[in-house]
């Protein structure tokens, strides 16, 4: 690997993970679907004496409220920034607007927003919301201008658009600072088009290094023909870590039986359940393309456990020790990755220990090259599968 960096490195990279309600887990389900306060509140002063800066309150029918624990996450922690994964079927775009701005001023500028257009037709059913995907796209791209112009009018404005209708509003009530990040998650074409167009951010789940790149380049291009500036990229890993590569690699496949097993029995409570067939949303879709090619991809990057969940939610994994791991993630950086979601399977402690160990080395790797202009030793130092003859099921013991 040459010494210089990509063109394509981010320099500024911040860290990401989701924030869990109660202690269940993919590998431990507890049957209660809850809110576990002292849990709660113990996970997300973790995450932020672990040095994260932001956490995902995640969305779903059957989900806690993602506003009302972002607006807990705020009164909980100083520094970590709460980012809401909000549905656009859910709520008036202006009462949104109203809610954010609310939680940006509780929380001094702390507060993210998340779109999710919706990527089963079935979910989105549960709480009234019949447009097929291409409208609901559609209706987020509306939602997103009508968002900012409800934190920047400087007068009353109307609207008659395609979804929604309005006379007179505002002005609404502002946020903290001059806005709130916007950030699209989605694979559609759709989701594209206004990610590239709209957000401020534009989120994947992990995929092999090539793939991601041209991802990254597509939204890139739809950036730059709109004259706008380029979404940041945020990418998310579930990593499976130990001491040596070997017992990392022992552990993913003693995790994803644990987790399949977990999945067959449909003991676990997921926020956005996709069911066994075939998921509609391509982002599922093409986790699912990807671990039938190949289990191993890059350094690290580990697809068993996508194919065990049937790619519900985040679920491709990192696999190896922590420089190991955080190798792997700064080959996304160098791609251009510049937010970095992590979250193990054994939720709350892996979060403790990411901290501790990869989110330094991360950091560390950063700090180097910002200093001397050259990349450090961390990818070369620690291979993982790029190693000559490597063989992940080997390693594990298993073959
Ligand atoms: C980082 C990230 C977080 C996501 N969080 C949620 C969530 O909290 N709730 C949800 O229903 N979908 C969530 N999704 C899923 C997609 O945004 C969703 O399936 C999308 O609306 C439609 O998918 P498609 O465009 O890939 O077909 C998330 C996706 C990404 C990449």
């Given at each position: 690997m040459s010494p210089s960096i990509p063109d394509?490195?981010?320099r500024r990279v911040e860290f990401i993970s989701l924030s869990h309600l109660?202690?269940?887990?993919?590998?431990e389900p507890v049957a209660s679907r809850g809110i576990d306060l002292p849990y709660f509140r113990r996970y997300v002063r973790t995450l932020e004496e672990a040095g994260y800066d932001y956490t995902l309150l995640p969305y779903g029918s059957?989900?806690?409220d993602s506003f009302v624990v972002a607006s807990a996450v705020g009164q909980l922690t100083e520094r970590i920034r709460p980012i809401v994964a909000v549905r656009p079927n859910t709520a008036f775009p202006l009462v949104v607007a109203q809610q954010l701005a609310t939680l940006d001023q509780l929380t001094e500028g702390r507060a993210v927003v998340h779109l999710i257009s919706g990527g089963n037709d079935a979910e989105q059913a549960r709480q009234g919301d019949y447009l097929p995907k291409a409208k609901r796209y559609a209706r987020t791209s509306e939602f997103v201008d009508l968002l900012r112009r409800a934190w920047t009018e400087e007068q009353a404005f109307s609207h008659a658009g395609e979804f929604y209708r309005f006379d007179d509003f505002g002005p609404g009530f502002r946020p903290y600072g001059d806005t709130i990040p916007i950030s699209i998650g989605g694979q559609s074409d759709e989701a594209f088009e206004i990610g590239g167009r709209q957000a401020d951010v534009f989120s994947f789940w992990g995929e092999p290094l090539a793939d991601i790149r041209a991802q990254i380049e597509r939204v890139h291009a739809i950036a730059d023909a709109a004259g706008r500036p380029r979404p940041r990229i945020w990418v998310t890993f579930r990593p499976i870590v130990d001491r040596t590569d070997e017992l990392a690699w022992r552990k993913a496949y003693e995790y994803a039986e644990q987790i399949g097993r977990t999945f067959e029995r449909a003991a676990y409570g997921k926020q956005y359940l996709v069911g066994?067939?075939?998921?509609?949303n391509v982002g599922s879709q093409r986790a699912l393309e990807f671990a039938a090619r190949s289990e191993v991809y890059d350094r690290a990057l580990w697809t068993r456990t996508a194919a065990v969940t049937n790619a519900g939610g985040a679920s491709t994994a990192l696999v190896g020790t922590p420089e190991t791991v955080a190798a792997a993630i700064v080959d996304y950086i160098d791609v251009g990755a510049d937010l970095v979601s992590i979250r193990g399977y054994d939720t709350l402690a892996d979060a403790r220990e990411y901290g501790r160990t990869v989110l330094p080395l991360v950091r560390q790797e950063l700090a180097h090259r910002e200093a001397t202009g050259q990349r450090g030793s961390l990818q070369a130092e620690h291979p993982g599968?790029?190693?000559?003859?490597?063989d992940a099921d080997a390693l594990a013991g298993v073959r």
């Open positions: 394509t490195a981010s109660n202690p269940s887990t993919e590998l059957g989900s806690a066994k067939g075939t998921p509609q599968a790029f190693a000559p003859g490597f």
